[in-house]
């Protein structure tokens, strides 16, 4: 059974820093790339970032790009969101979600970690 489990999510002021984790079982991890989604309260799911299955290529979303870093460690099946300078806007419930390739959609998405941003 593919399980991801997310971590991290707080509440912290602007301009603060969270790194999330995601935390995967039940598949060869590092067959498959990997991405975060978000979303926000009454708003659509938003891509954040996605990175290839080992790891050298990376993409962000507009929004992300500078301030947020994804990365992952095959041997403990994890991946991560590293997010410096958070603002407000970035309050969301984020999800890491598996992909059979990068770019790609994915298939299997976790049940979500929440980060609130607020002063």
């Known amino acids: 059974e593919v399980r991801l489990v997310e971590s991290g999510g707080e509440t912290v002021q602007p301009g603060g820093s969270l790194r999330l984790s995601c935390a995967a079982s039940?598949?060869?991890?590092?067959?498959?790339?990997m991405t975060w989604v978000r979303q926000a309260p009454e708003k659509g799911l938003e891509w954040v970032a996605g990175i290839n299955n080992g790891g050298s290529r990376t993409t962000y979303a507009e929004f992300a790009e500078g301030r947020f870093t994804i990365s992952r460690d095959n041997a403990k099946n994890t991946v991560y969101l590293q997010m410096n300078n958070l603002k407000v806007e970035d309050t969301a419930l984020y999800y890491c979600?598996?992909?059979?390739?990068?770019?790609?959609?994915?298939?299997?998405r976790g049940q979500g970690t929440q980060v609130t941003v607020s002063s």
């Open positions: 979600a598996r992909q059979d390739y990068f770019g790609g959609p994915y298939d299997y």
């Open positions: 039940g598949f060869l991890f590092s067959d498959y790339a």
